[in-house]
């Protein structure tokens, strides 16, 4: 009788990526023995880590058996600072009516307490201070760690990327019959004790500069909203240096407290920046820059900032650069990078940056070789001009005089652009 593993594993391997859950999975790898390769390779491609016992429990075990290992592609560190959440100084902060619920209230928040100190749920509790590395006892925990950490990424050969991101808000941390979702420590923090991206100073960084290292790959959702981090005051250029491929979000490079350009945003245009030019492997380089426009006006655009991050770097290999969330208003000041990486950068996104006829007929200046030049923005439709990717491309690349834009006004062109089709490819021009 035909049986599922006469099929081909192409077929297998559609059949598991089709299932949409994690439980669904497993029951395809335990249904068919002599198909559990393809389930198996989904399960244990992205694997994850935090400061949960059970997730670092989960990983060793991950890393104690080769046939699992073997398969291991990502680690995803997810973040959670506790530090940052206030305790029983919520009360204090509370609407008179939420106090007034009065020992329901207080019961549950003391559970909440108990849960961030609790060392059956987290290996690594909540401490003293605002940071790991500064907090009582953290030293000890993080140094005991660290090498026990660099050991495990050892037996798992195939690992190319790393992570830094918060945990997702719904993740359950079930304490005394109780469920807590990760979300309630993430609401109401001190901004001023929020450092974030504990897990990558702590272990990711340090791992990407061991002299055995395979990662070549870094995605860093940046989390600081405070003034100060010292993980980014220190960052190691030699952690960057066998990088390809680099994601890169940063929410709020001054902190929310100091918006006029503080030592927060020197030290992300400085040592950040010095990290970036360290990666002359680079290939392919994403920048996000959440929040940069709140700031537009005091003195501090997008387009600045990106200039200091970028704009002294060479990446004789860089093929691939995405912008995401940067109103890039002055787009002058991107020629020069632009003009550098002519030569091998082929592919050009840019989302959610408000571009304009104008700040696109700048790029031309800089006499690109793109193959795919893409435009997102945010309420595609009303007041956005649509262009014909292709088009746009060609023209970026001065093998079009100008692109179709429906008979709009030389004033018109001002307005936002967005490229329409799925392929943007210049050769699409006769």
Known sequence: MPSLHHLPGELLTEISSSLPSHADKKSFRLVCRECADAPTRDLFRRIRLSRLKQDKEAFEQIAAHPHLAQYARELVWYELHLEAWPGHSLSSDMPDNFVSRGDVFESILQLQVDLVSDRETFWIPKLAGSNWEGGQGAREIVNAFRDH???????????????????????????????????????????????????????????????????????????????????????????FKRLTTIDLCLTNLWGRDKPIVPERARAATVELSACLRAADQLCHLKLCFEGTSDYYGRGFSSSRIMHKLVGEARWPRLTTFHVSDAPLRSMHLMVGFFQKHAGTLRHLEFDHCQLTGPQIKTLKRAHLQLDSIRLVDPGCGAGRIKVLGGQLCAYVNNMLEQYDTDGCSPSELRRFFITTEDLYQATNIS
């Open 149 to 239: 950490f660099h050991q495990l990424l050892r037996r798992m050969p195939n690992l190319t990327t790393f992570t830094s991101r918060p945990m997702p808000a719904n993740r359950l941390l079930s304490y005394r019959g109780y469920p807590f979702q990760a979300s309630v420590f993430r609401a109401m923090i001190d901004s001023k004790l929020y450092s974030g991206n504990q897990g990558l100073f702590s272990f990711l960084l340090p791992a990407l500069r061991q002299e055995n290292s395979t990662i070549t790959t870094l995605r860093w959702a940046e989390e600081t909203v405070g003034p100060e981090n010292s993980g980014m005051q220190n960052l190691s250029a030699d952690a």
